[in-house]
Nanobody, 122 residues
């Protein structure tokens, strides 16, 4: 079993920056990729992909964060980071770390972190 632990959320004014971290621990044979999703607390909003990075360094971003957010990873530490710049009120959400991890079973399985709140307001 693996687990993901996130850190780095909090409150920031519009235009500010935050950096989220997500560390994977437990029995990990390999990680295909790690990413961040968010769930904005508004009617009808569903969890949405923010950014994803594969172990080979390929990245994918939601259009709404391109040019403002940067995802990176340290494969040796099984850790992913999300640098969020020029944050806006619409970025307010609970951010969840996600990872595709191969463990004891030999198959890749999806894991989720517990979530960290990001609030952007003046």
């Amino acid at each position: 079993q693996a687990r993901l632990v996130e850190s780095g959320g909090g409150w920031v004014q519009p235009g500010g920056s935050l950096r989220l971290s997500c560390g994977a621990s437990g029995y990990i044979f390999s990680i295909y990729g790690m990413g961040w999703y968010r769930h904005r607390q508004a009617p009808g909003k569903q969890r949405e992909l923010v950014a994803y990075i594969t172990s080979g360094g390929m990245t994918n971003y939601a259009d709404s964060v391109k040019g403002r957010f940067t995802i990176s990873s340290d494969n040796a530490k099984n850790t992913a980071y999300l640098q969020m710049n020029n944050l806006q009120p619409e970025d307010t959400a609970v951010y969840y770390c996600n990872a595709d991890i191969k463990g004891l079973s030999g198959d890749y399985r999806e894991y989720w972190g517990q979530g960290t709140q990001v609030t952007v307001s003046s």
